[in-house]
């Protein structure tokens, strides 16, 4: 499984951006993706994630009123919807993906994910 991330950029606070991960390979094994970032000095973080049938994402409480995850069947990606851009949102962001089902508590750790793309940069100036 090969993931590529795209889409950053440097924007405005409040303005509204659209990250796309594609997948290719073996995508039929993905069960999961993930988007994690990263601002500097600071640890990956989780933002949110998918089940590969596009169904019942979930977010971490610092976006989930502003980030909208969704899945493009016919592009076969996984895009990260951003509203209500502010500096605090400024990173590297990374998607991610993994193969095993999983229950109870959706997966939000890093290690949760084995497959990982290469990160775009998004910078929101206030």
């Known amino acids: 499984v090969q993931l590529q991330a795209s889409g950053g950029g440097l924007v405005q606070a409040g303005s509204s951006l659209t990250l796309s991960c594609a997948a290719s390979?073996?995508?039929?094994?993905?069960?999961?993706v993930g988007w994690f970032r990263q601002a500097p000095g600071k640890e990956r973080e989780f933002v949110g994630g998918?089940?590969?049938?596009?169904?019942?994402?979930w977010y971490s409480d610092s976006v989930k009123d502003r980030f909208a995850i969704s899945r493009d069947n016919a592009k076969n990606t996984v895009d990260l919807r951003m509203n209500s851009l502010i500096p605090e949102d400024t990173a590297v962001y990374y998607c991610?993906?993994?193969?095993?089902?999983?229950?109870?508590?959706?997966?939000?750790?890093?290690?949760?994910?084995?497959?990982w793309g290469q990160g775009t940069e998004v910078t929101v100036s206030s």
């Open positions: 998918i089940n590969w049938d596009g169904a019942y994402p």
């Open positions: 390979g073996r995508t039929r094994r993905i069960n999961t």
């Open positions: 991610a993906a993994r193969t095993q089902l999983w229950w109870g508590d959706p997966p939000t750790k890093r290690d949760h994910y084995l497959y």
